[in-house]
Structure formats: structure tokens, C-alpha cells
């Protein structure tokens, strides 16, 4: 069995993701990776074959005038190289990342989709994240609907069903395939071997309104009454212009790190923090940020919003609680950094919980996939 795999831009999480598929797809099937001209070489295996394609990608979410620049304009043009489809000639094509529109376009350009089955990933289905993310999302939809795909991949339970009720995608091409564990990161922990300072508390990931910091910097003024020494490490860019008031008066209580975090800088933060939340408001897919920390081994503690708690179990592996509830929210917070032992408890807790998000496994549930579809084309 032969697949394409698509990535059409070189950063994010996004790379990563379909980098560790590709990897432990590519231990059962013969892989080749579409991908941009700069990515990162290092996140594949020998086995996976990369052909560069697409033209560098330079987009601020910030920004609705950047993504008309004659940079992105050349990098949209890029896309007419999917044609190479046809003389790699797959079993299998996988759109892992969202689909922009020069995708779609040059798939029916090119008719792709009438000779080749297409399994797209939908990773997200919809969040109030700015005016940008808004107009993005609400183009991805009718995007979404030219491509007749064979099968949609979403995380979550929540998102299926969500689906379904859009009725952007037929109830029987969604499969339900778990986010796996970054073992990019897992190596990383173990060539660190940093020992976590026992009050810091680390925010991850874009600055978006739908991830709940306000919530999380409201909360931090009665967790600082407990605990003096408490630091809550802000990492990830974005407009923080809205939050500053709130966080000058913290202090010295938070530390921020406002810009693009590399992978070595990911590792650095996570290595040496002790609890990792994700106060979402709302949300839908799977947090990037929370298979990082189950790559730490991190507690998490999150919001009760959309799937988190498919992945986060109560008790057991962190603290789920309501959203927008600075209280609770700094309830368990304190009651994490008091206690050593049950935070290595939760870490441990962890490790296991790991073992089913494994690539291996999540390889296997894309096997399968892969040949019903191609069952299915054989028996029509």
C-alpha cells in the first residue's frame, strides 16, 4: 500500500502531528510526504520519502493584509505541483492538516479526487479565536465540501457528533482516531533529564480568547496568596494586549514568553514545570498542548469543555473542572503544588495512559481505515 501524506507548511503543530504519522504508518506501508520547501528533515524516518513541493508560507493569524503577500501569493501558486500526484500514483491520499483553498482548487484543477480516495484529518471543527480565525473557519466549511472525502478523522467523540449535526460530512465516512503522544517530545524529556521546579505553572500554545488565560490569570492572585514563590510561565505567541493590565499586576508571578516556541524552547519549558492548564472556555479536536505534557508526564488540569476528558482522566491523570470558574480553578491548582507525591502519582498514571495514544497503535486504526476504503472501491 502506497500513501501521500500532505504538509503544506513547516511549522506548528501540524508538522509534528503528520510527521509522527507518517513515521509509524510508514512501518507498514510504503509512505511519501508532500511537504514544504523548509521543513524540518530530522522529524522523519529514512523509511518516509519527502518531496518538497510547496512554497514557504508567511501568515500572521493577526493579520488579514499578510496573507495577500507576494510571498504567500507565490506560495499559493505552489499548489499546481500536486499534479506529481499522479506519477507517484498512491493507494491512499491523507490530508492531515486544515485544508486551505488552494488544496481544494488545484484537487479539482487537477481532478485528483476522481482517481484517488482522500481521507481528510479535521482537527477542529470551530472556535471563537478572533475575527481571522472566524473568517478562516467559515471558508474551510464550504471548502470542506467540495472534496467528496472517503473517510473524515476527527479526535474526539464531541467532534463526530458535532459533525453530524452540521451535516457538513455524511455520519458513515467519520472515524474516531485519537491525537497520539509526541515521542519528539518524549525523547527530548529524556535527553534534558531536568528535575521540574515545584511551583511553576506553564500556559502553552497560541494566544487565543477561546483558550480561557484571563480565567487562569484571575485565578493566579489567590494561588500567589499560598504560594510566594509561584511562577506561571506564559509561552506561545499571539496578542497579549488585552491581558497586560492583569499581568503587570502579578509581577514578577508571571514570566512570558510572547513569540514562536521552537521545539528545543517547547522541551525547555515543559522539562521544568510541574503542572501544565489548559483553562479552556470552549473548544473543539484535541489539544496539541496536552499531548506535549502527557510527553513530560505533566499533570494537566482543564476545563471540562468538548473532549479533554477522553483524554484526561479525573483523579487519575489530572483535574477537570468547569470552565470559567477562577476558583476551582485555583482549588486544584494549590492542591497540586502541595502535594509532591500526587503529582508524581498522576505522572505515573500518565506513562501508562501513554502506552494507548502510542503512534503504533494509532498507525494500526489508519491501516485498518485505509483498506476499508480501498475494500469498499473494490466491491463498488
Same mark, same amino acid.
Given at each position: 500500500?502506497?500513501?501521500?501524506?500532505?504538509?503544506?507548511?513547516?511549522?506548528?503543530?501540524?508538522? %509534528?502531528?503528520?510527521?509522527?504519522? @507518517?513515521?509509524?504508518? /510508514?512501518? =507498514?506501508? &510504503? $509512505?511519501? $510526504?508532500?511537504?514544504?520547501?523548509?521543513?524540518?528533515?530530522?522529524?522523519?524516518?529514512?523509511?518516509?520519502?519527502?518531496?518538497?513541493?510547496?512554497?514557504?508560507?508567511?501568515?500572521?493569524?493577526?493579520?488579514?493584509?499578510?496573507?495577500?503577500?507576494?510571498?504567500?501569493?507565490?506560495?499559493?501558486?505552489?499548489?499546481?505541483?500536486?499534479?506529481?500526484?499522479?506519477?507517484?500514483?498512491?493507494?491512499?491520499?491523507?490530508?492531515?492538516?486544515?485544508?486551505?483553498?488552494?488544496?481544494?482548487?488545484?484537487?479539482?484543477? !487537477?481532478?485528483?479526487?476522481?482517481?484517488?480516495?482522500?481521507?481528510?484529518?479535521? !482537527? =477542529?471543527? %470551530?472556535?471563537?479565536?478572533?475575527?481571522?480565525?472566524?473568517?478562516?473557519?467559515?471558508?474551510?466549511?464550504?471548502?470542506?465540501?467540495?472534496?467528496?472525502?472517503?473517510? $473524515?478523522?476527527?479526535?474526539?467523540?464531541?467532534?463526530?457528533?458535532?459533525?453530524?449535526?452540521?451535516?457538513?460530512?455524511? *455520519?458513515?465516512?467519520?472515524?474516531?482516531?485519537?491525537?497520539?503522544?509526541?515521542?519528539?517530545?518524549?525523547?527530548?524529556?529524556?535527553?534534558?533529564?531536568?528535575?521540574?521546579?515545584? %511551583?511553576?505553572?506553564?500556559?502553552?500554545?497560541?494566544?487565543?480568547?477561546?483558550?480561557?488565560?484571563?480565567?487562569?490569570?484571575?485565578?493566579?492572585?489567590?494561588?500567589?496568596? $499560598?504560594?510566594?514563590?509561584?511562577?506561571?510561565?506564559?509561552?506561545?505567541?499571539?496578542?497579549?494586549?488585552?491581558?497586560?493590565?492583569?499581568?503587570?499586576?502579578?509581577? &514578577?508571578?508571571? *514570566?512570558? !514568553?510572547?513569540?514562536?516556541?521552537? &521545539?528545543?524552547?517547547? @522541551?525547555?519549558?515543559? /522539562?521544568?514545570?510541574?503542572?501544565?492548564?489548559?483553562? =479552556?472556555?470552549?473548544?473543539?479536536?484535541?489539544?496539541?498542548?496536552?499531548?506535549?505534557? =502527557?510527553?513530560?508526564?505533566?499533570?494537566?488540569?482543564?476545563? &471540562?469543555?468538548?473532549?479533554?476528558?477522553?483524554?484526561?482522566?479525573?483523579?487519575?491523570?489530572?483535574?477537570?473542572?468547569?470552565?470559567?470558574?477562577? *476558583?476551582?480553578?485555583?482549588? @486544584?491548582?494549590?492542591?497540586?503544588?502541595?502535594?509532591?507525591?500526587?503529582?508524581?502519582?498522576?505522572?505515573?498514571?500518565?506513562?501508562?495512559?501513554?502506552?494507548?495514544?502510542?503512534?503504533?497503535?494509532?498507525?494500526?486504526?489508519?491501516?485498518?481505515?485505509? *483498506?476499508?476504503?480501498?475494500?469498499?472501491?473494490?466491491?463498488?
Amino acid at each position: 500500500m502506497k500513501i501521500i501524506y500532505m504538509i503544506p507548511y513547516d511549522w506548528g503543530g501540524m508538522a %509534528h502531528y503528520t510527521a509522527e504519522l @507518517a513515521n509509524a504508518v /510508514s512501518e =507498514y506501508a &510504503d $509512505v511519501v $510526504v508532500l511537504c514544504s520547501l523548509e521543513i524540518n528533515k530530522s522529524y522523519f524516518n529514512e523509511s518516509v520519502k519527502l518531496i518538497r513541493i510547496f512554497g514557504k508560507l508567511d501568515l500572521s493569524l493577526n493579520s488579514v493584509i499578510s496573507i495577500f503577500s507576494s510571498k504567500n501569493i507565490k506560495y499559493f501558486l505552489s499548489y499546481k505541483n500536486l499534479n506529481i500526484i499522479y506519477d507517484i500514483n498512491p493507494d491512499i491520499i491523507h490530508i492531515t492538516t486544515p485544508v486551505v483553498f488552494p488544496t481544494s482548487l488545484f484537487i479539482k484543477f !487537477h481532478k485528483i479526487d476522481k482517481k484517488y480516495p482522500i481521507i481528510y484529518t479535521n !482537527h =477542529y471543527i %470551530h472556535q471563537k479565536a478572533g475575527i481571522i480565525i472566524e473568517i478562516i473557519g467559515r471558508i474551510q466549511y464550504q471548502l470542506d465540501r467540495l472534496i467528496k472525502y472517503k473517510k $473524515v478523522v476527527v479526535h474526539t467523540k464531541r467532534d463526530m457528533n458535532t459533525l453530524i449535526s452540521k451535516k457538513i460530512f455524511d *455520519e458513515r465516512r467519520i472515524v474516531i482516531i485519537p491525537h497520539g503522544v509526541y515521542k519528539l517530545f518524549e525523547k527530548k524529556n529524556e535527553e534534558l533529564n531536568t528535575t521540574p521546579n515545584d %511551583h511553576v505553572i506553564l500556559f502553552f500554545g497560541y494566544i487565543r480568547y477561546y483558550k480561557g488565560l484571563n480565567i487562569l490569570l484571575r485565578s493566579m492572585y489567590r494561588v500567589r496568596d $499560598v504560594f510566594e514563590d509561584v511562577k506561571l510561565i506564559i509561552a506561545g505567541e499571539g496578542d497579549l494586549s488585552s491581558y497586560m493590565k492583569i499581568i503587570k499586576g502579578l509581577g &514578577d508571578t508571571v *514570566e512570558i !514568553h510572547n513569540y514562536y516556541i521552537s &521545539d528545543n524552547d517547547v @522541551a525547555a519549558f515543559f /522539562s521544568k514545570t510541574s503542572i501544565v492548564v489548559l483553562p =479552556y472556555i470552549q473548544m473543539s479536536g484535541q489539544s496539541g498542548a496536552l499531548n506535549v505534557a =502527557y510527553a513530560f508526564g505533566k499533570p494537566v488540569i482543564a476545563t &471540562d469543555v468538548c473532549g479533554l476528558n477522553e483524554i484526561i482522566e479525573q483523579g487519575v491523570t489530572g483535574y477537570l473542572i468547569p470552565p470559567n470558574n477562577c *476558583e476551582l480553578l485555583a482549588e @486544584a491548582i494549590i492542591k497540586l503544588l502541595r502535594n509532591k507525591n500526587l503529582r508524581q502519582q498522576f505522572s505515573d498514571n500518565i506513562k501508562i495512559k501513554c502506552q494507548d495514544l502510542s503512534w503504533d497503535k494509532i498507525a494500526k486504526k489508519h491501516i485498518n481505515m485505509y *483498506e476499508d476504503v480501498l475494500s469498499m472501491l473494490e466491491n463498488d
